[in-house]
């Protein structure tokens, strides 16, 4: 039987025989006590390579996000994130259910947001309303196609929280993939945010894993939200080791994916069944769409490449999601292209022979 092509997400992976190897041989020890000395590695490491002074590690990202806001807001605090953030679109119901806090939307454009958008959101407390306490960032920005933001847009908004009286807080779940696509460090694109997290289960290849990276005093902040929100962990040395294998080897291999995802967006593109600009494909996400009025059902059309072994996310509205990975080569991505785009057409024809 050919093995499935999955596009669905970078979650996806397969840990490698390194990190296998490594996590069977970890050495641990109880982490609620600080003790397991490969957690201690992975945070000292990550801190290291985002810049700041420490780090984290947490279960998942979204645990990373709902702590790094709390430690950031009180109850009743706003915090301004963009109308397509993956901590609004995904993740609100967590940090109002837990924490109380509140978040305000600006419209995000391709990702990024407008500082004046921004500034005019900001409000202080007078007694009649919400204090703005925080301003949330993302890089890569998922529902905004992987788009990698600059280092210099993020220093504009970071400048204006702070002048503002806000922290900024950085969802950097891919930002290996923005450093990579950019050109530069992690550490340069998260150097004004007062926090920042990252997954090693994305695009690095582990399976499990993140962290929240951030000044001394903020990561005791997070160290007691996390036990509190159930993320303390004993022998998480386990995990650790694949999370280091990843953090170590991963960033190097990131380009592979982008290479592929650019591959993956010029085939669809070339084939005129679909809507697509490969030149707004940066990283590894390739977000497209049917054209306005094609009689296809997109629920049916995912499901055929499905059985046709090619598995994609359907983000609704005629819109999809593909991702590239390292468990996906470009052979791969050359047959999964291929499948959809003899898919569409047979079904397009069949649609309006009907």
């Known amino acids: 039987m050919t093995r499935a092509i999955d596009l669905r997400s970078d979650t996806l992976t397969k840990p490698s025989a390194k990190m296998r190897e490594a996590m069977a041989h970890a050495e641990v020890g109880d982490d609620v006590y600080r003790e397991d000395p490969t957690v201690r590695a992975l945070e000292r490491e ?32 706003e915090a301004i994130v963009g109308d397509e953030a993956h901590l609004f679109y995904f993740e609100s119901p967590s940090v109002a259910a837990f924490g109380g806090v509140q978040l305000r939307t600006v419209p995000n454009h391709a990702g990024e947001l407008d500082t004046a958008d921004v500034d005019r959101a900001i409000r202080t407390s007078d007694g009649s309303g919400s204090r703005t306490a925080l301003l949330c960032l993302e890089n890569t920005h998922n529902r905004g196609g992987g788009h990698a933001i600059s280092a210099a847009h993020t220093d504009a908004l970071t400048r204006l929280a702070h002048e503002r009286g806000l922290n900024v807080h950085l969802d950097g779940a891919r ?12 550490a340069a694109l998260a150097a004004g945010a007062d926090s920042v997290g990252v997954c090693f289960s994305k695009g690095l290849g582990a399976p499990v894993g993140s962290a929240v990276a951030g000044s001394s005093a ?41 290479a592929n995802a650019k591959l993956l967006a010029r085939a669809l593109a070339q084939s005129g069944e679909f809507q697509i600009d490969p030149a707004t494909v940066m990283t590894n996400i390739v977000m497209f769409s049917l054209p306005p009025g094609t009689p296809i059902d997109p629920a049916s059309l ?18 999809f999601r593909a991702v590239t990975h390292l468990d996906v080569s470009a052979a791969d991505v050359e047959r999964a292209a291929a499948i ?15």
């Not at 450093?179 to 530069?184: D, E, G, K, P, S």
């Not at 036990?227 to 170590?248: D, K, P, S």
């Open 175 to 186: 930002l290996f993939n923005a450093a990579v696509a950019l050109a530069t460090s992690a």
């Open 218 to 258: 903020f990561i005791e902040r997070a160290r007691r939200l996390r036990r509190l929100a159930g993320g303390g962990m004993r022998q998480a040395g386990v995990i650790a080791a694949a999370a280091l294998v990843a953090l170590r080897d991963g960033p190097k291999r990131l380009h592979e994916d982008h």
């Open 302 to 319: 995912a499901h055929a490449w499905r059985e046709h072994g090619v598995l994609v996310h359907s983000i609704g509205r005629g819109r």
């Open 46 to 77: 990550t801190a290291d390579a985002l810049g700041k002074e420490e780090a984290l590690f947490v279960p998942s990202g979204s645990m990373g996000n709902l702590i790094s806001v709390l430690a950031h807001c009180g109850r009743g605090d």
């Open 340 to 354: 959809m785009v003899g898919v569409a057409s047979k079904q397009r024809k069949q649609a309006v022979l009907a």
